[in-house]
């Protein structure tokens, strides 16, 4: 089973923004950040700062916390 280690899923929603939308801001494949969304891929760190600038978060919201993913 994959490891659920962002939140960006969740965040987008909360933002009532689509994947669609934030592959279009950082110039990505729609289907690359719909793996992100998933979990099934991660983006990189750089990746994940310009992921929190476009959505206008802090990029701690992004990631889950480590007690909950160490738990899986």
């Known amino acids: ?4 280690l962002n939140r960006l899923k969740v965040v987008l929603a909360e933002q009532c923004k689509t994947n669609k939308w934030l592959a279009e801001q950082l110039g ?3 289907t690359t950040v719909s793996k992100w969304c998933t979990n099934k ?3 990189n760190v ?5 992921i929190a600038r476009c959505l206008e978060v802090d990029t701690r919201d992004l990631l ?3 007690n909950e993913i160490v738990g899986e």
């Open 1 to 4: 089973m994959t490891k659920q």
């Open 28 to 30: 990505k494949d729609v």
């Open 41 to 43: 891929a991660q983006p």
């Open 46 to 50: 750089a990746t994940l700062v310009e």
């Open 64 to 66: 889950r916390p480590i």
